[in-house]
């Protein structure tokens, strides 16, 4: 979580990247495959373009992998732009927006923003809650 919104973004990027689910596939695909694609299940480094927008599929094994496979927007059940406006706003907000106020801005349901932000929560405890030792690790693995 915190690896995607390390850099920081300009007003401008952030409009366009809340406005559709097209920008935030590319972004979250650029920011996912930085060093490379790797395939999650045989671990090949070819691939080629998937049949949905930012997926790929590895070209051994023939498994497709969305932009959003393996992350938190993984399996989101509303639009991910939405989804990315109240990830960035957790992680980066200058404000604490409460769930009623992301439920109001978004046209969501209330327990929905707060099921959403509660997973965000959880993400970023379990990235701190890791050893030194395996954040090397991960970071080798996705260099």
């Given at each position: 979580m915190g690896a995607i919104f390390n850099k920081e973004l300009t007003e401008e990027q952030l409009s366009e990247l809340f406005q559709s689910d097209e920008k935030c596939l590319e972004f979250l695909s650029e920011v996912k495959w930085e060093?490379?694609?790797i395939c999650r299940k045989c671990g090949n480094k070819n691939y080629c373009q998937g049949k949905t927008s930012y997926s790929r599929r590895c070209t051994k094994c023939k498994s497709e992998e969305s932009a959003a496979a393996g992350t938190i927007f993984h399996n989101?059940?509303?639009p991910i732009h939405k989804a990315f406006y109240i990830a960035y706003n957790v992680c980066k907000g200058k404000e604490e927006l409460s769930t009623y106020e992301f439920a109001?801005?978004?046209s969501l349901r209330q327990m929905t923003c707060w099921n959403f932000r509660t997973k965000i929560h959880q993400a970023i405890n379990q990235m701190d809650?890791?050893?030194e030792n395996e954040k090397l690790s991960i970071q080798k693995i996705l260099k």
């Open positions: 060093h490379g694609f989101c059940k509303f109001r801005r978004l809650s890791l050893t």
